[in-house]
């Protein structure tokens, strides 16, 4: 029910369809009498997601029909700014946005909608750090061949002469970007949908979702209901309904982190010396922007505090009166920066509702819970620019069961369910995404908002232990450690910045749903901003493209877990049991490693792949007698646990999967002297001294722990010789203390540091180890054969006759050998910080796009892994190739002189990892003993 058929979107478009499209260009839409009663898919919502997803859809091959309760664009499409910027913090929205920009000039062409003016984009900077953002997306843009100018104050005067340039930094001019005309788009969206065979509805509400309940509990949808009663029967059904979202969504028990705000442009008088030839403009450090209209001027921005608003079900073609107070802060940041706007008069002012998301990304994918349910709305005033792309995507999503790039960034199942479900939760994180929408993307930013929603049970004890926590997936995770915090810097309530304060709560529209939930701010006529908040403080000074100032800390748990033991909460992982009589047919089918015949107590990594084969996940899945348990990633655990469910409701797998997340606490102990330290400490459960002499690596055992029985995993994602605790919540308080109470006798005793460590300090010993970070530099996109993760699947591969999820693709890959790998790039100079997302340069030739670096403290160099592309002369990548070149990595507009690592950088030969450190540690008194 996940998906509808196989086949491929890219460049698919039937002969004739420019013909077809040119003489539909004008037609009506479907009239009410012509309602099918069965269909494909039904997209619910015509503005542009809704017109571009059937488009895409019907092109596809996929019986489409789309529903609009008005007509097309009048939620809030019609009123759209329609800016288009490639320059993005994202590869993946610089992609999204690329096709939409070449979809309007494709149909327009095509359908004769005029819908793209490709009048340029300008960045200002008035300070460098946002400078150096800048050059950071100028620098991603060589890669994309998005062409992009950094200027200095009196050029920007060139290109834009209305604005005052005095204390202008620099910018960045893209002179291929441009406006979508929202009306225009939707119509050539439309049009083409239909000459590809879509029906499309107006004047046709949807009343609810219809479903049925499958045998596992789960709701499957079967079709809608329009608001006249008549039922079409649909295994899909897509809601593109924007703000009005979650009013469909409920129809079938299933709330979406989705709140509607007010958000407001006004339009100015013609401005002498304005044209429609001059670039939109945008101002991040003084959130606005300026759109060009003709000869007058669009103004817009980010306020600090905004007013949400429930939307009602009738609202089309319809706006509010502008609260000038609310918008007076943006247009004081307008005259600074364009001074003619001040004498010119306002012709209108365009104040509509948006939605907006708890990070200001978009919700697009399967609904999670929900069968045949896909979402594609919440786009937080980006809907124009990235209709295109997002509807390309959903559509290949749907038919052939994943997207073609990466989109974890939008899938609703990003979010977990206790998040969702916590209004809370929602309006708060929703405000700060919003309030922070032009705020300078550093890569180590933390949210103030929503903290503390999702705990270990050990989090208190960390705290106390100087923890500074990381707020994923709703849950706090360890950073890094200030052993001078003790406690002191753990987030607050949140204060909304202070934008609140003067009586301007009623902004927030406090629904019955946070009135019920308590939200503190309830009955608040004001909200004043906190005076001092340690944590915040801390976290701007993590706030820079160059080294953090928890850097040096960071680098002390390095060197702890490299040359003692580091002690480090995981708790956040998913754990999740797969039983029931089909339980190893199941994970045979969807892992991509060999499952079969394995013995109990085996822990295998393995990546699950999708038909195309490529990895969805990577996880560990160890054999137990009471069934099969997964330690899945927790960013990533409610996308995985869905993903393994559908696979088997697909295949009709007997089996049951439980979600063991919050009732297991994972302790990992890393390091030399790891077996040691858990020596002192660990029992087989009849009293005597646990064996880890026989405790092989990729293996589990039981175990006790201050009088408590757990699992004990031998793994390690640092490098090291280690062991992860999975041990239950109730009793993980206990177990920790008595961990780190013989972690204190041990240090006093052989004098090696035992610390807690955080996720910055496993991020650089992961890299400096070349292990993957699924959604970073592995995802839905690459195979494990261009990852350099094939071991997992060569073995399965090589058996014949041996199923499994995306084999035939493997295979095909596999023959025509890799035309892009994942390759490991360190910066000579040990000075250069790195942060993703800078280019790959092979003898002078820009050849990838970094996705993930770290500091390698034990190496003392950044280090950086990319995805390098195979030149067109070459048949396929090669070692030889990649070894015989000189490397460079590009950032800000600079070339780093690099090395290629074909190996990993620390212990490529995994001596470490097996315990033996006698090389490591030769002539140290303090070697740990010899495994």
């Not at 137990?624 to 330690?631: E, M, P």
Request: aromatic share 8%.
């Amino acid at each position: 029910t996940a998906m509808l058929g196989r086949g491929t979107l890219r460049g698919l478009r039937s002969v004739g369809t420019a013909r077809a499209c040119r003489s539909l260009a004008t037609s009506p839409s479907s009239t009410k009498k012509e309602l099918p009663v069965r269909t494909g898919a039904v997209v619910v919502g015509g503005g542009s997601l809704g017109s571009s997803i059937a488009y895409h859809l019907a092109l596809s091959g996929v019986d489409t029909i789309l529903l609009e309760k008005d007509k097309l664009t009048s939620g809030t499409t019609w009123h759209s700014a329609g800016m288009l910027w490639r320059l993005r913090p994202s590869d993946v929205d610089v992609e999204l946005n690329t096709y939409t920009r070449d979809l309007c000039l494709q149909l327009q062409e095509e359908t004769g909608h005029a819908c793209w003016n490709e009048n340029g984009g300008l960045f200002i900077a008035t300070n460098r750090e946002r400078m150096d953002e800048y050059k950071r997306l100028h620098e991603m843009g060589k890669y994309y061949g998005i062409e992009s100018q950094v200027l200095t104050p009196s050029e920007v005067k060139d290109v834009h002469p209305l604005l005052a340039v005095d204390d202008v930094f620099g910018a960045v001019y893209s002179p291929t970007d441009g406006t979508i005309d929202p009306t225009g788009a939707v119509n050539a969206y439309a049009a083409g949908a239909r000459a590809a065979g879509a029906r499309i509805f107006e004047d046709v509400g949807v009343a609810s979702i219809e479903s049925i309940e499958t045998p596992s509990g789960r709701p499957e949808v079967t079709g809608v209901r329009t608001t006249s009663g008549h039922v079409i029967s649909a295994p899909i059904v897509i809601n593109a309904c924007g703000a009005w979202a979650n009013k469909l969504a409920l129809t079938v028990g299933t709330r979406l982190p989705l709140l509607a705000m007010k958000h407001a442009f006004v339009v100015t008088e013609g401005i002498e010396g304005m044209t429609p030839a001059l670039p939109n403009v945008r101002d991040h450090d003084l959130s606005i922007y300026l759109k060009t209209q003709g000869n007058a001027i669009a103004l817009g921005g980010y306020e600090t505090n905004p007013e949400f608003r429930e939307v009602d079900d009738d609202f089309s073609f319809g706006l509010y009166d502008l609260d000038w107070d609310t918008f007076a802060q943006n247009l004081n940041g307008h005259i600074k920066r364009c001074p003619a706007i001040e004498s010119a008069g306002i012709t209108s002012t365009v104040c509509g509702p948006e939605s907006f998301t708890p990070d200001h990304k978009p919700l697009i994918g399967p609904q999670p819970g929900v069968d045949g349910l896909w979402l594609a709305c919440g786009f937080n005033s980006m809907g124009m620019m990235m209709g295109g792309g997002a509807g390309r995507e959903l559509a290949r999503w749907i038919v052939q069961g994943s997207p073609s790039v990466d989109m974890f960034a939008f899938d609703p199942a990003r979010y977990h369910p206790s998040s969702i479900a916590d209004p809370i939760w929602v309006k708060e994180r929703t405000h700060e995404s919003y309030a922070k929408t032009y705020a300078i993307v550093f890569p180590h930013d933390e949210a103030l908002a929503g903290r503390k929603s999702r705990v270990s049970a050990i989090h208190n004890q960390l705290e106390e232990q100087g923890c500074i926590h990381q707020a994923r997936h709703g849950f706090e995770r360890p950073g890094w450690f200030d052993p001078a915090a003790s406690g002191a810097h753990t987030p607050q309530p949140y204060d909304f910045y202070g934008a609140y304060d003067n009586e301007g709560a009623w902004r927030l529209a406090v629904s019955v749903d946070e009135k019920a939930a308590a939200a503190p701010w309830t009955d608040l006529e004001s909200i004043a901003p906190r005076d001092n908040h340690a944590y915040l403080n801390l976290i701007e000074g993590e706030l820079t493209f160059g080294w953090c100032a928890s850097h040096d800390l960071i680098a002390t748990e390095v060197n702890a877990t490299r040359t003692g033991v580091g002690i480090i909460d995981q708790s956040y992982f998913g754990k999740f049991m797969l039983t029931g009589p089909d339980a190893t047919a199941a994970v045979q089918w969807i892992c991509g490693a060999d499952m079969e015949d394995r013995e109990l107590g085996r822990v295998v990594y393995t990546p699950l792949l999708n038909a195309d084969g490529r990895v969805e996940a990577d996880l560990t899945v160890t054999k137990l007698a009471s069934g099969w348990y997964f330690a899945a990633g927790g960013n990533t655990a409610t996308k995985d646990y869905e993903w393994i469910t559908r696979q088997c409701q697909d295949r009709k797998f007997d089996v049951s999967l439980a979600d063991l997340s919050d009732t297991i606490c994972m302790i990992s102990v890393q390091g030399p002297h790891s077996a040691d330290l858990l020596r002192t400490v660990l029992t087989d459960g009849t009293g005597d001294v646990f064996d880890l002499d026989s405790f092989p690596f990729s293996t589990s055992r039981t175990v006790e722990l201050a009088g408590v029985s757990m699992m004990c995993l031998r793994l390690t994602f640092v490098g090291e010789r280690g062991y992860e605790l999975h041990v239950p919540a109730e009793s993980a308080a206990e177990v920790y203390k008595a961990l780190c109470d013989a972690g204190k006798r041990y240090e006093q005793h052989v004098g090696v540091p035992v610390r807690p460590i955080g996720y910055r300090a496993i991020d650089s010993m992961s890299a400096e180890k070349g292990y993957r970070h699924w959604h970073a530099d592995l995802s839905n996109r690459d195979t494990p054969l261009e990852a350099g993760i094939g071991f997992t699947v060569l073995p399965k591969l090589k058996r014949e006759g041996v199923p499994f999820l995306g084999r035939e693709a493997l295979e095909k890959y596999r023959a025509a050998g890799l035309q892009r790998r994942l390759v490991c790039v360190v910066a000579n100079d040990g000075s250069v910080p790195l942060h993703g997302l800078e280019t790959l340069w092979r003898d002078g030739v820009c050849v990838g796009l970094v996705k993930s670096t770290a500091y390698g403290h034990s190496i003392g160099k950044s280090i950086s892994y990319g995805y390098a592309d195979c030149p067109p002369e070459l048949e396929k990548i090669t070692n030889a190739w990649l070894s015989e070149g000189v490397w460079e990595i590009g950032d800000k507009a600079t070339r780093h002189p690099a090395t290629l690592n074909l190996r990993a950088p620390y212990d490529a030969t995994n001596s470490r990892i097996k315990g033996d450190y006698t090389e490591a540690f030769a002539g140290d008194p303090k070697v740990p003993v010899a495994q």
